[in-house]
């Protein structure tokens, strides 16, 4: 059945539907399993995704990586209930050095990676792409409230197992998130085939009413004495079975484009009753703009900007969405004289 929020009140009254057979790309489907106290919510990706990893053409293994990025960003960041931002970036040793994804609420996204195309080398996965660093995730709430930041360490692991991590240490939400990234070949009448990216993603929680069923074991503290017990707590029963199902979701259940969301998730949860809400629809777009980079470029001291001058024009490209814009050198501000000839 649908509703149009998880926090409405569903009247046992509401009727059930069959799950929609109908695929929707580049959207975010809220769910909930109430039998098992369980939440969460399914994204599928297509023509956004695409459009984002096909302007940088990027090699397909970090394609994949921030693909994945991508994923993580919107099961998370679609959860804020205000016009904010989350971003998520890394700074690590691996060939991909440095990745962000900025999402802003309720529905724009951008991405970019940055990476070492001699480092590159076949079959390496998420971890060996990352390396070690760290991963941070921030919630701007905008310029006049204070931003949130978690960190997560980067040690090998990939994009999963720092999301697992993160929740463990910051929010304590028993939490499992699935990410699936791969590249879709199709022919057509009379052409070749042709190659589209496509994703998708699951994040599920367990959310009781009783705050006791969803203690966690305390985290080892690094330095208790040898021999000391660690702090253990049974699982509950309704998070035992929420994380047996969600593990047996495929990567290609996740981007298949003829699978639906909806039947996606009659699948794994038709048993307890599952409840899905009104589908949140994404769109790829940059928030840069031609007096956006002037103010950018009048933030630099003149001598940057006089140094930025070539062929008798500034130029900038955006790293995001590579957009070119070109200023003359007084519009960049740039003092006359101050160019060498």
Not at 49 to 63: E, K, N, Q, W
Not at 89 to 97: A, C, L, M, R
Request: glycine residues 10%; proline residues 6%.
């Amino acid at each position: 059945m649908t509703s149009q929020s998880p926090d409405t009140k569903i009247s046992v009254e509401t009727p059930i539907r069959a799950p929609s057979a109908v695929p929707v790309d580049d959207a975010v489907l809220p769910f909930e399993v109430d039998a098992l106290d369980l939440r969460g919510r399914l994204t599928r990706l297509g023509p956004a995704l695409d459009d984002i990893l096909t302007r940088h053409d990027y090699p397909a293994p970090v394609g994949k990586l921030l693909g994945e990025a991508i994923v993580l960003t919107i099961l998370l960041g679609s959860s804020l209930k205000f016009d904010g931002r989350f971003i998520l970036q890394t700074q690590t040793d691996g060939p991909v050095s440095f990745l962000i994804v900025d999402f802003q609420a309720p529905d724009r996204l951008r991405a970019y990676a940055r990476f070492d195309a001699k480092r590159l080398r076949d079959g390496q996965d998420s971890g060996a792409l990352l390396g070690c660093g760290h991963l941070a995730m921030t919630i701007d709430q905008g310029p006049d409230m204070n931003r949130y930041q978690g960190l997560v360490a980067l040690e090998g692991g990939n994009l999963e197992d720092a999301a697992h991590e993160y929740f463990l240490r910051s929010e304590q939400i028993p939490t499992r998130v699935r990410l699936a990234v791969g590249e879709e070949w199709r022919g057509g009448v009379g052409e070749g085939p042709k190659h589209r990216w496509r994703a998708g993603g699951m994040l599920l929680q367990f959310l009781p009413k009783a705050p006791e069923r969803a203690r966690q074991a305390d985290l080892h503290p690094g330095d208790a004495p040898e021999g000391v017990v660690s702090h253990r707590v049974a699982v509950d029963d309704a998070w035992v079975e929420g994380q047996s199902l969600i593990s047996t979701v495929e990567d290609i259940e996740l981007i298949d484009p003829d699978l639906s969301g909806e039947r996606l998730l009659y699948r794994l949860f038709h048993e307890r009753g599952v409840r899905v809400f009104s589908p949140l629809l994404l769109r790829a777009q940059c928030s840069c703009s031609r007096d956006a980079v002037a103010s950018m470029l009048a933030s630099f001291a003149p001598n940057d900007r006089a140094e930025m001058v070539k062929d008798g024009k500034v130029v900038v490209t955006c790293e995001f969405c590579s957009s070119v814009y070109q200023f003359t050198p007084g519009e960049a501000g740039v003092e006359e004289g101050s160019v060498e000839p």
